[in-house]
């Protein structure tokens, strides 16, 4: 089908936000707060995408930050839904709906249920996005977009470099992680539990011959409820960008699921109580696509802790390697370092701006920004810089780099 031939400009806006998950929801509110007209396009029927979809607690790297991530977690705070698990966990409604507010009250435009679906190009820069609901095939016109897909789909559809893994290879890639939520578990681990021990135990009982695929899963309470997440199923050598692979990665992610938790349930008396509510949603994928962008963020810059010019945030996350072939997690301690705005630029384009994990850098250094407080602050600079270039008509490299400071702010 020859979309650009079928399908004319619905409306036409200053900024719009591919996504409008951790990065992609602070985006449109930052921008919409500058004054930009602002759309977010978002396939699920939330805002927040892994904090809404993957039941994706702790809230790594979220408490030290200003700006939006902080209104974040205080408007949790005010709801008593932040706290539970090492004083970072939330409840996911919750946070869906300070997102909303904050959206609504900026005055971004959010389309839900809608999937984007390809874009048009005018040499180095992206001229529009196409998408899909039920509306049917929709086309969209802005000054600036930003790239919070988590997989820099965006960008690959417009022609940007991009690498995957450490050797160019998928199988590189951390493993995926279908996070589930339970209740029913004992009190006495309200504060969390790190499941390796019970579950293998548990199987042994079973007489089954099954083990765990992770070697650190955690119980994960959530603040004043009776429920928890639990970080346990653990998929390797699936290609990120194989519709096939993420298909088999959730099937498999399921049985390692209810494999664990029948275990427990019938072999631990302990968990003798405990329901399954569910899978999340949303797949956990740790890693796809990164751009290559005006700097590439690398391992040096995070273990010397770096600060740059156009710095966006601290992060102080380490660097935390799923392996993607073995049950081990290789965690690497990093000095609190700066994300450069440079790394949200692709190499070569005018009027795109990424955010979230497929920023530039290397396959070591993604392992620490890529946790959801780090993206929220990219968002949010992405956000204000991509205002910024639609009202002065400028490059996003000329956005001045007080504005998408957030250190300080």
């Known amino acids: ?29 930052a921008a919409a707060r500058m004054g930009a007209k602002a759309l977010v396009i978002e396939a699920q029927n939330a805002l927040g995408g892994m904090w809404a979809g993957g039941f994706m ?16 977690v205080d408007g949790l705070k005010e709801r008593n839904a932040f706290g539970g698990f090492w004083d970072k966990s939330f409840i996911f409604e919750y946070m869906k709906l300070l997102l909303e507010e904050k959206s609504a009250e900026a005055g971004v435009n959010v389309l ?24 049917g095939i929709s086309y969209y016109e802005a000054d600036v977009f930003v790239d919070a897909t988590g997989d820099a789909t965006l960008c690959a559809d417009a022609g940007v470099q991009w690498q995957i893994g450490e050797n160019g290879d998928y199988t590189d890639c951390q493993a995926m992680t279908q996070m589930f939520m339970v209740c029913g578990f004992p009190e006495k681990y309200r504060d969390g539990l790190i499941m390796y021990d019970v579950c293998e135990t548990a199987f042994l009982k079973e007489g089954k011959g099954n083990h765990l695929p992770f070697k650190v899963p955690y119980l994960i309470p959530a603040p004043n409820s009776d429920f928890a997440n639990v970080q346990l199923t653990h998929m390797r050598g699936y ?20 494999t664990a938790f029948e275990a427990l349930k019938n072999y631990d008396e302990d968990f003798k109580d405990m329901s399954l509510i ?16 005006e700097y590439t963020l690398n391992e040096d810059d995070l273990l010397n802790g770096a600060k740059f010019p156009d710095g ?98």
């Open 1 to 29: 089908m020859d979309l650009n031939s079928k399908v004319k400009c619905k409306e036409r806006y200053d900024v719009i936000v591919v996504g409008g998950g951790p990065s992609g929801a602070p985006a449109g509110i």
């Open 57 to 72: 607690n702790p809230l790594f790297d979220g408490i030290n930050k200003k700006g939006i991530m902080r209104e974040l």
């Open 112 to 135: 839900y249920d809608t999937h984007y679906i390809g874009c048009e190009c005018e040499e180095n820069r992206v001229k529009g996005v196409y998408v899909s609901n039920i509306e």
């Open 239 to 258: 290609d990120p960008l194989s519709a096939s692979d993420r298909t088999k990665a959730v099937m498999e992610g399921r049985q390692q699921m209810i």
């Open 278 to 293: 569910g899978a999340a949603p949303l797949l956990g994928v740790r890693e796809s696509r990164r751009i290559v962008g």
């Open 312 to 409: 966006i945030c601290t992060c102080g996350f380490g660097i935390d390697i799923h392996d993607s072939k073995a049950t081990k997690q290789t965690v690497i301690h990093t000095k609190p370092y700066q994300i450069p705005f440079r790394s949200l630029i692709p190499k070569g384009f005018e009027g795109l701006l990424v955010a979230g994990r497929s920023i530039s850098g290397t396959h070591i250094a993604m392992a620490s920004y890529r946790v959801t407080g780090n993206c929220c602050a990219m968002g949010e600079a992405a956000g204000k810089a991509a205002a910024y270039a639609s009202k002065h008509k400028c490059s996003v490299r000329d956005v001045p780099n007080e504005l998408i400071n957030l250190i300080k702010k």
